[in-house]
């Protein structure tokens, strides 16, 4: 081999091995330089939940219902006989308050006293009549055989006049009650509305004039699910043939004149049966001097119904209740436990429960579906015992209407 050959074939070699030490520097430089690595311990943190300890206690329930307040009386006003109205008082107007025998409407009184007249004449008429029939009949029995008719004998001509008497008596009477009621009176204490009468109309027998309502005395009907008279105190008879009217109070709270106001009512009766929805109706009376103001028809009203005490019983917070009917308990190790319960009544803030829990045990205060039985949970307990008042109602869902 010539040198000149030899030569050429050690300059790849002399290129590799250059090549082979810039890499192997720069290798050497990436590790020198590259950043300490230190190990990261990660930390568990377990889940923190507020709880509360149940004890239980007598709870007295409070029933939610709402309604509309109505008038326990209201009547129509109208005249039984036609005529000209020739006085209608002051008072007789839209919202004009009356009281009971106060007179409002005059009607005219000449062609009622002309049709008692003629009544009376009819009257002796009838009178005269049944003694001309009397005498025929006496006359008659005096010539005829014993196997004469009734005819003959005239019997059915003195039961006709006997009946003649007898209605124009009636008619008398007819007439003397229309003209004693040709002025209309208020036949209770109360308060006008729909009022459309003026001097000089002439009116017809029924023509409505106006109504009158008792103000001294509202009415509710409350809508309540069927299974909640189970928890009306049994004692006030809702639930038999009470012959006597319920006792239960009732608190009703309403929007009137601008201010939130409240009325006590009683609840006297219970409506019969049951609705398609499986609602029953109880109707609430309220008294004029329950509150300053009075109640006025139309409004509407949220209600609380005096229930009956729960012996011994737990509430719980409504956000405790998981959709299964679950809620989630903590033992003393601090693992999450699941319990199904069965409350006995629920509104809008708690659950009430008569059983399924033991007194001291820890409840989630809010549960979740993410949970699982044996969770290792910390805890931080919570006094949130209920306080027993009345409470604001109430929407028509909960209701089930």
Known sequence: MSKKTAGTALKPVRVGAILALVV?????????????????????????????????????????????????????LAFRTEGEITRVAPEFEDGGWVEAGDPLVWLERQPLELALGQRKHELASARLHLERTRANAHMARRDVSSKSTAYARNEPQLQEAEARLEAARQAVTQAEADLERAVMTAPFSGRLK??????????TPGQALGQLYSARTMEVRLPVRDDWLALLDERSGIL???????????????RFAGEQRVWRGVITRRE???????????????????????LEPGVFVEAEIEGRQLKQALALPRSALQKDQTVWLVDESGKLQQRTIEPVHSDRQHI???GGLAAGERVLLRGSEMLGEGMQVDVREVDVQPVYRPRPVVSQMDLGL
Do not use: C, K
């Open 24 to 76: 192997a520097g720069l290798l050497a430089i990436v590790y020198w330089t590259a950043p300490e690595q230190t190990g990261r311990v990660v930390a568990v943190v377990t889940p923190e939940f507020d709880v509360m300890r149940v004890q239980p206690a007598d709870i007295p329930l409070s029933l939610h219902s709402q309604g509309v307040a109505e008038p326990r009386s209201s009547i129509t």
């Open 194 to 203: 729909g009022v459309s009468v003026s001097q000089g109309e002439w009116v």
């Open 240 to 254: 038999g043939a009470a012959t006597e009217a319920l006792d239960i109070q009732v608190a009703l709270s309403g």
């Open 272 to 294: 019969g049966g049951i609705s398609r929805n499986q609602m029953s109706w109880l109707i609430a009376e309220v008294a004029a001097d329950s509150s300053p103001v009075l």
């Open 352 to 354: 009430y429960l008569t």
